[in-house]
């Protein structure tokens, strides 16, 4: 039986491997987790012998299709109590990750699975990010893009947005920036700051944000 922090670690892993498509360093885990790169390493030989992860010196770490399975779980179970938590318990999005982070790892699948009929079996958690199916197939590749990536006078969708910054979510949520909210790139200061148009409003965003807010163009309509 795997601990809750290996748990923490797969699915810090996957998060990353998803972000990078490239094996992980010690380095992103260690300042993903808030941990020491010993504490890592140490860690990493631990999942490396349980058949867990790939690990490659000077390369970083991969994990092994056992490892992606468990990750996956975790993340089903995070994403759907996310999305419970927000429906049926009054907790605001910025709330909702902490309480799911220490709930993720004690739930059954008997519960697991009566949350997800009670939900309607969705396919997105409130911040937009996918809820692995009940089989636990691998998630495909989406075509979103990060905000921080696009170019004045572009249109773009919010797809979803990092749950792990709290404070980070409240700012999104008072200016209106939530998953399915459309956004004209206005300006793009040389110093990182982004600003967008919301109907008639204008927020400004810092890149370390823009970056977080994952986006989907909106296509040119054809005269």
Do not use: C
């Not at 993903?32 to 390369?59: F, I, Q």
């Not at 318990?89 to 009929?117: C, G, P, Q």
Request: hydrophobic fraction near 35%; proline fraction near 5%.
């Amino acid at each position: 039986m795997l601990s809750d922090v290996m748990e923490d670690y797969l699915k810090a892993i996957y998060t990353l491997q998803k972000e990078s498509e490239e094996p992980v360093a010690t380095s992103e885990i260690a300042e993903y987790l808030g941990v020491t790169p010993p504490t890592v390493t140490s860690m990493v030989e631990k999942l490396a012998d349980r058949g867990l992860l790939h690990r490659e010196k000077y390369k970083g770490v991969e994990l092994t299709e056992e490892g992606e399975t468990v990750a996956l779980e975790v993340l089903r179970h995070h994403r759907l109590l996310e999305s419970y938590l927000t429906e049926h318990l009054d907790y605001s999005w910025s709330e909702v990750h902490d309480e799911a982070d220490r709930l993720e790892h004690h739930i059954s699948e008997e519960f697991e699975r009566r949350v997800a009929e009670v939900l309607g079996n969705p396919t997105v958690d409130p911040h937009g990010d996918p809820i692995p199916d009940a089989d636990l197939t691998p998630i495909e590749e989406d075509d979103t893009t990060r905000l921080s990536e696009h170019d004045v006078g572009q249109t773009v969708v919010v797809a979803r947005v990092s749950d792990r910054d709290e404070e980070e979510l409240r700012y999104l949520s008072d200016a209106g920036i939530t998953p399915g909210t459309e956004l004209e790139i206005t300006d793009v200061a040389p110093f990182g700051m982004v600003t967008v148009a919301i109907d008639a409003d204008e927020q400004s965003l810092p890149e370390s944000v823009a970056r977080s807010i994952r986006v989907r163009a909106v296509a040119e309509e054809v005269a």
